[in-house]
């Protein structure tokens, strides 16, 4: 067991230091989107340390800079980690095989929703009303 944590980590460090890009037609629009999703969330983790650490300290530049080119590097490489860019190319297969509504399916289906939501709101108002003034006529709740 020890061997296969080994070999992993010997892979993936070798993944990570590669500038190929894996299976390059399959699965862009996916493979963007995830790899926008990372860079964000890794911009947000850079601006968090950007600001913990403050302007008097000597390590709010080096610090941000490091981590922010490492985790927009390991962004990009990680789309393209052979076994994760699979998963995201079929991930673009199925949703390519999904039917999508159109838009005055989408904006009847909405209203609809939301029309059911206020209905069971104010059914659940009346409902309230009438625990309430049961509960006032039996004398568990003062009036």
Sequence with gaps: MGNDSKSL???WLQELFRLDVYKKSQGRI???VTCAVIWVLVLIFTWRIWTLLGPGS???????????????WVGYRLVNVSQFADFLIAVEAEMNKVSWPSRAELV????VVIFVIFLLAAVLFGYDLVWQQLFVLIGVRPG
Excluded: D
């Design 9 to 11: 980590w010997a892979v």
């Design 30 to 32: 996916a493979r963007q």
């Design 58 to 72: 000597q390590l709010q530049y080096p610090l941000s800079g490091l981590t922010l080119l490492v985790g927009l």
């Design 108 to 111: 009847r289906s909405s209203a």
